[in-house]
């Protein structure tokens, strides 16, 4: 199974735009994340971590961020009779940490919004919250989604080209 960040398929991997049109359209992507706030300067310090040795480094640290986001997303959905905003804020904190280690920035503000909800036992906020949390993460998994199938394009068009 793909990780949960890469699911979608991609056409043929060799079609016929160009290597250089594939990174244009990578550097594209990325920069139009910036632009939206999907990602702060904490991505670009995780891309510098990127070298030769270790290729792909950001897609593993993208794919542990989406599975670890989905399970506390997963939990946080769960029906509670009784709201415990004690169990609910430690979620949410562990979803800002992990927001912030790879650069999610609109998904970080988010949870600090969210976390104001749970110091004040506001179920409706954290309600509200919530769904502004999962509204954030689901349009930064989607364009990670694209970034990450550009990325396998870029890495098997040079690999093409090598051979």
């Known amino acids: 199974m793909l990780p949960l960040c890469s699911r979608v398929l991609l056409s043929h991997p060799?079609?016929?735009?160009?290597?250089?049109?594939?990174?244009?359209?990578?550097?594209?992507?990325?920069?139009?994340?910036?632009?939206?706030g999907l990602?702060?300067?904490?991505?670009?310090q995780l891309q510098m971590l990127q070298d030769a040795s270790s290729p792909g480094f950001v897609a593993e640290v993208i794919n542990l961020f989406c599975e670890?986001?989905?399970?506390?997303?997963?939990?946080?959905?769960?029906?509670?009779a009784v709201v415990d905003f004690q169990k609910v804020?430690?979620?949410?904190?562990?979803?800002?940490g992990s927001s912030s280690s790879?650069?999610?920035?609109?998904?970080?503000?988010a949870c600090i919004q969210?976390?104001?909800?749970?110091?004040?036992?506001?179920?409706?906020?954290?309600?509200n919250a919530l769904n502004v949390v999962k509204h954030?993460?689901?349009?930064?998994?989607?364009?990670?989604?694209?970034?990450?199938?550009?990325?396998?394009?870029?890495?098997?068009?040079d690999s093409k080209q090598q051979n």
């Open 68 to 80: 670890d986001a989905e399970r506390i997303l997963t939990e946080l959905t769960k029906d509670q």
């Open 14 to 36: 060799f079609s016929p735009m160009s290597l250089m049109a594939l990174r244009e359209q990578l550097n594209m992507l990325v920069n139009s994340m910036y632009i939206e």
């Open 89 to 96: 804020d430690a979620y949410v904190h562990q979803l800002k």
């Open 102 to 109: 790879v650069g999610a920035q609109n998904v970080k503000l």
């Open 114 to 127: 969210f976390r104001q909800f749970c110091e004040e036992n506001n179920k409706d906020g954290c309600l």
């Open 39 to 44: 990602l702060d300067q904490q991505f670009q």
């Open 136 to 157: 954030h993460y689901y349009l930064l998994r989607n364009k990670f989604d694209t970034m990450l199938q550009l990325e396998q394009r870029i890495q098997a068009y």
